[in-house]
C-alpha cells in the first residue's frame, strides 16, 4: 500500500454517519491510509444566500454546514487521535461528488440512513447508489457490532476473487478470523438425500480452492470454509453470519442501470444488521 491511498468518509451529522466516521478512522490507522472526511451540504439546492445573518456572529447556512464537519472532525480524533486526515465541504448532492472521490480511494465508507421499520430495508438511498456504482470498495457501517467476530465473505461460483481479497484484507488488519461461504441455491420444498459435500463435489472445489487462496493471502489468519444449500441465497449467507464484524460480498452489477447492484449483494446490504463491505473496482 502506498501513501497515496486513502480512505473517503461521509458526515452528515446523523448517528449512523458517527459510526461510519469512528469505523473509517480506525481502518485508516490500521491501513496506515490517509483519511478523508467530507460533508456535503444541500443548502446551496434551495437558496443562494449561504451568508451569515447581518449583525448575528456563527451565523448562516454556509457556517451550519461547516460546523457539521468540524463535530465530524471532533469525532474522528476522538476515536484515533494520530489519524492523518483532511477535511472538505461540498456543495450539492452527495452522490454527485461520491462517485468522484471514490476513484482511487482504498474504500468509500458511509453510514446508513434507511427507515429500519420499513420492511427490514435498513440502508438508505445514497449508500445504496454508492454501492452500486461507486469505484471502489463500499463499507456500509450500522450499529450492531461483533468487534470480537470473524469477517465472513460470500463466494460465487468464480470464487469472488476481490470480494475474496478485500475480505482477506480486512481479516488481516483487524487481526479477526476469516470464514469463505458459499451457497448453492437450491429450489424451495426440495428434499435433498444427501450432506452438500456429497451432493455438491463443484460447490465444494469452489470452497476448497477459495480457502486455499485466502491462506495465502492472509498467511497469519485463521481461515474456514462453509457450504451452505438454500433456495436464498442472501439469507443463507447472513444464517452463515450471526457474529460477523463484517460481511463482504462482491457484485455483478455493471453500472447498466444507474443506482443497481447485484440481487444477492443488494439483498445483504438491505438486511444485514451489521457493517457490509461491498467489493466494487472502478465502475463505469
Same mark, same amino acid.
Not at 478523508?36 to 443548502?43: A, D, E, Q, V, Y
Not at 465444494?204 to 441465497?233: C, I, M, Y
Given at each position: ?32 491510509? *490517509? ?18 445573518? !447581518? ?9 451550519? =454546514? ?8 471532533? &469525532? ?20 454527485? *461528488? ?11 465508507? /458511509? ?10 430495508? /435498513? &440502508?438508505? $438511498? &445514497? $449508500?445504496?447508489?454508492? =454501492? ?30 476481490? @470480494? ?20 448453492? !441455491?437450491?429450489?424451495?420444498?426440495? %428434499? ?16 476448497? $480452492? ?6 495465502? /493471502? @492472509? ?7 462453509? /457450504? ?6 442472501? %439469507? ?17 452489477? %455493471? ?10 449483494? *443488494?439483498?445483504?446490504? *438491505? ?8 467489493? %466494487?473496482?472502478?465502475?463505469?
Amino acid at each position: 500500500m502506498t501513501d497515496s491511498k486513502q480512505i473517503v468518509v461521509g458526515y452528515d451529522g446523523s448517528t449512523e454517519a458517527k459510526q461510519a466516521v469512528t469505523w473509517a478512522a480506525r481502518q485508516a490507522v490500521l491501513r496506515g491510509c *490517509h483519511l478523508h472526511l467530507i460533508h456535503c451540504s444541500l443548502w446551496i439546492l434551495v437558496t443562494s444566500d449561504l451568508g451569515p445573518v !447581518p449583525g448575528v456572529a456563527d451565523s448562516g447556512l454556509e457556517r451550519a =454546514a461547516e460546523r457539521v464537519l468540524e463535530e465530524g472532525l471532533a &469525532v474522528v480524533k476522538e476515536a484515533e487521535p494520530s489519524v492523518d486526515v483532511t477535511t472538505t465541504l461540498l456543495h450539492g448532492m452527495p452522490r454527485d *461528488h461520491m462517485g468522484k472521490l471514490s476513484v482511487g480511494a482504498e474504500m468509500l465508507v /458511509l453510514g446508513s440512513r434507511g427507515l429500519g421499520g420499513f420492511l427490514g430495508l /435498513l &440502508v438508505g $438511498s &445514497v $449508500s445504496l447508489e454508492m =454501492a452500486a456504482t461507486a469505484s471502489c470498495p463500499v463499507a456500509v457501517i450500522r450499529s450492531v457490532d461483533h468487534p470480537d467476530g470473524p469477517v465472513v465473505v460470500a463466494i460465487d461460483d468464480a470464487g469472488s476473487p476481490e @470480494a475474496l481479497e478485500d475480505a482477506c484484507t480486512m481479516a488481516s488488519v483487524t487481526g479477526a478470523d476469516l470464514k469463505v461461504v458459499h451457497v448453492v !441455491p437450491e429450489p424451495a420444498g426440495l %428434499r435433498r438425500l444427501r450432506d452438500p459435500i456429497d451432493a455438491y463435489p463443484a460447490a465444494e472445489a469452489v470452497v476448497d $480452492s477459495a480457502v486455499r487462496k485466502a491462506r495465502e /493471502l @492472509a498467511p497469519q489468519t485463521t481461515v474456514t470454509g462453509e /457450504l451452505q444449500v438454500n433456495h436464498s441465497v442472501p %439469507r443463507a449467507i447472513l444464517q452463515a453470519a450471526p457474529d460477523a464484524r463484517i460481511v463482504v460480498v462482491g457484485t455483478k452489477g %455493471r453500472g447498466l442501470i444507474k443506482g443497481t447492484i447485484g440481487s444477492t449483494a *443488494h439483498a445483504v446490504l *438491505h438486511h444485514a444488521p451489521g457493517p457490509v463491505l461491498v467489493s %466494487r473496482r472502478n465502475a463505469g
